[in-house]
């Protein structure tokens, strides 16, 4: 018997060409041939990060790394600890690519281009011997009573693999295949986008940015902080990003019209920020201060006055006019803005969805199927998601290597 396999990789995504050069690197006997639909590779990694590629992320525990999933979280964490975020940033340093940790966490090549990547990818998969075909669509994936697959090809063509590693992406088509496999599907949902907002205090404040707000969203029970953009349709920025993320399937079963609400002040519980508030009024470095005019808590003038204003504070008003009522307003408007969300809007170029392969389907030791022995599942095909930041191509990088390792070692399945 050979001590080789002949590979087929369906996808030339990242996570499908990384697990192509795990593979061909591992057992360079194995013939790994990647079938990609269209006719370039690497699409996601070329127009990631504005162009620049957010490789990854500088988190290096595992433990807290898988708090930036929403759905995978247990599942990753064993894969974390054999190939995370470290292991990325060497791997591609030790082939030559120079990475930068940015202020925020995220990890770009030096050059600030995809294409270092991309090209980083393509060269070493052509070392490992990986045959691309493109323009190469999968039709379908037929298990054989012998063991084994035949590939169908969207063109007619048919070919006899010993394994398959499916990383095509959220495809319809694909997961409809895997249903005939046995593999249950998790219907998919949008994730990570923002918040559409008709409401007047909110009205020509486009661009005006905070550094840290909690958002809470008080019927479905999810709550986030962390900065907030206002946007011509809305809310945005990493603390809406992170609460549409984690509460995906919520939003969507909601049609997307819920309440949410706002703190602008969250290091101050509402009772010390009204009593801190109400001091001011007999302060004399604030007495005679017009509320309106002069922000507090870093808050932006713009949004400082909306709030205020929306608190029916006269815009005349200096800090010993108010009375004690009106700065309990003021505090409420200030601890628990609330809004009405309307609709959402994907964010920038990227869409991510939760949803795919049902996780106890899959090994994750080896990212093999549960279900059919030889089929191995890598990328956005598994119902896994993560927050913006480089950590969906972690989870990416995760899987294909671990997979890519897996397909050509017999041990995994005791033959």
């Known amino acids: 018997m050979s001590?080789?396999?002949?590979?087929?990789?369906?996808?030339?995504?990242?996570?499908?060409?990384?697990?192509?050069?795990?593979?061909?690197?591992?057992?360079?006997?194995s013939k790994i041939q990647v079938f990609e639909k269209s006719s370039t590779l690497l699409g996601k990694v070329l127009i990631s990060g504005g162009g620049r590629c957010n490789v990854t992320h500088g988190c290096f525990d595992p433990h807290e790394l898988i708090e930036y999933y929403p759905r995978g979280q247990r599942e990753l964490l064993g894969p974390f600890h054999k190939f995370a975020c470290g292991d990325t940033m060497e791997w591609f340093t030790d082939r030559g690519v120079d990475l930068k940790i940015e202020d925020d966490g995220r990890v770009f090549p030096v050059s600030n281009s995809s294409q270092t990547i991309a090209n980083c990818l393509l060269e070493f998969a052509e070392r490992a011997g990986v045959v691309f075909h493109m323009n190469a669509g999968a039709k379908r994936v037929e298990a054989l009573e012998s063991g084994g697959f035949h590939l169908h090809l969207e063109s007619g063509a048919a070919h006899t693999f010993d394994r398959i590693l499916i990383a095509t992406g959220g495809s319809k088509r694909m997961w409809d295949g895997l249903k005939t496999l046995g593999h249950s599907i998790i219907p998919p949902v949008p994730s990570l986008f923002t918040f559409n907002i008709r409401d007047p205090r909110l009205k020509d404040l486009a661009g005006v940015s905070v550094p840290m707000v909690r958002i809470t969203l008080p019927v479905g029970g999810f709550e986030t902080e962390g900065p907030l953009l206002i946007t011509h349709w809305g809310l945005s920025g990493p603390a809406v990003l992170k609460l549409s993320s984690f509460g995906a399937r919520w939003m969507e079963q909601q049609d997307y019209r819920f309440h949410i609400s706002v703190d602008w002040v969250p290091n101050l519980g509402a009772e010390d920020l009204f009593e801190e508030i109400n001091g001011h009024r007999k302060d004399f470095e604030f007495q005679r201060k017009r509320v309106v005019s002069n922000t507090l808590y870093g808050l932006p003038l713009r949004l400082w006055k909306a709030l205020c204003l929306h608190a029916r504070i006269p815009e005349t008003a200096n800090w010993s006019d108010l009375s004690k009522p009106l700065v309990r307003r003021l505090a409420e408007t200030l601890s628990e803005s609330n809004f009405q969300v309307v609709d959402k809007s994907t964010f920038k170029e990227e869409f991510v969805t939760a949803g795919g392969v049902a996780l106890e389907e899959v090994n994750f030791q080896t990212f093999e199927s549960r279900m059919r022995p030889g089929l191995f599942l890598a990328g956005e095909v598994l119902d896994i998601d993560a927050l913006t930041g480089g950590f969906n191509f972690q989870a990416a990088w995760t899987a294909a290597w671990l997979a890519g390792h897996a397909i050509v070692d017999r041990s995994f399945q005791g033959e």
């Open 3 to 29: 001590s080789f396999y002949s590979i087929a990789i369906i996808g030339g995504g990242a996570a499908g060409v990384f697990a192509a050069i795990a593979a061909g690197e591992a057992s360079p006997g």
